[in-house]
T-cell receptor
Framework: EDQVTQSPEALRLQEGESSSLNCSYTVSGLRGLFWYRQDPGKGPEFLFTLYSAGEEKEKERLKATLTKKESFLHITAPKPEDSATYLC??????????????FGQGTTLQVKP | EAQVTQNPRYLITVTGKKLTVTCSQNMNHEYMSWYRQDPGLGLRQIYYSMNVEVTDKGDVPEGYKVSRKEKRNFPLILESPSPNQTSLYFCASSPRVANTEAFFGQGTRLTVV
């Protein structure tokens, strides 16, 4: 069964304190791994798609990396506006014909000034 | 502006009273889906549609119906809502079925009493 586990559940950082969020996945053939950001009361907002081990993507202070078993979202010198819940999702070959995304529970990040 | 629009944003209803949550996208996307988000369970797919008149069940379809008569609209219908359908609902659309980012609506918070 396809499964996604994110850790930690919650993370508090001081502004400027870099850290990483983890997404471990089990899927029968990875079609794509997606990172989303969700602000309170809003829908998930797309950040990155990673397709194969070794791939990296960057956007401002965020960098996503992928191995065969997990993905990391690195946050460099975070600012308070980076506070949000970060969701990881996978799509496997088995579900590629349904378009279904399997989501993790998310990591809620709070960055204090 | 590219967007997925859901209505209503908030709804409180009574058990058994039929309701419809509307979803519309302006990006000419083929693929649309509905998710529900519950604490501790994350986002789970309810129904999806690959194109006009093509719909199928996701992981948690019981108690829900959908239709796709036009490409842009994908309403979610609860024929006889029950308290266990109290949840936060998201509509999403993607250019195609697989390997692509999903755009999410703002969400509909439904309470069934």
């Amino acid at each position: 069964e396809d499964q996604v586990t994110q850790s930690p559940e919650a993370l508090r950082l001081q502004e400027g304190e870099s850290s990483s969020l983890n997404c471990s996945y089990t899927v029968s053939g990875l079609r794509g791994l997606f990172w989303y950001r969700q602000d309170p009361g809003k829908g998930p907002e797309f950040l990155f798609t990673l397709y194969s081990a070794g791939e990296e993507k960057e956007k401002e202070r965020l960098k996503a990396t992928l191995t065969k078993k997990e993905s990391f979202l690195h946050i460099t010198a975070p600012k308070p506006e980076d506070s949000a819940t970060y969701l990881c999702a996978v799509q496997g070959w088995g579900s590629s014909n349904t378009g279904k995304l399997i989501f993790g529970q998310g990591t809620t990040l709070q960055v204090k000034p | 502006e590219a967007q997925v629009t859901q209505n209503p944003r908030y709804l409180i209803t009574v058990t058994g009273k039929k309701l419809t949550v509307t979803c519309s996208q302006n990006m000419n996307h083929e693929y649309m889906s509905w998710y529900r988000q519950d604490p501790g369970l994350g986002l789970r797919q309810i129904y999806y549609s690959m194109n006009v008149e093509v719909t199928d069940k996701g992981d948690v379809p019981e108690g829900y119906k959908v239709s796709r008569k036009e490409k842009r609209n994908f309403p979610l219908i609860l024929e006889s809502p029950s308290p266990n359908q109290t949840s936060l609902y998201f509509c999403a659309s993607s250019p195609r079925v697989a390997n692509t980012e999903a755009f999410f609506g703002q969400g509909t918070r439904l309470t069934v009493v």
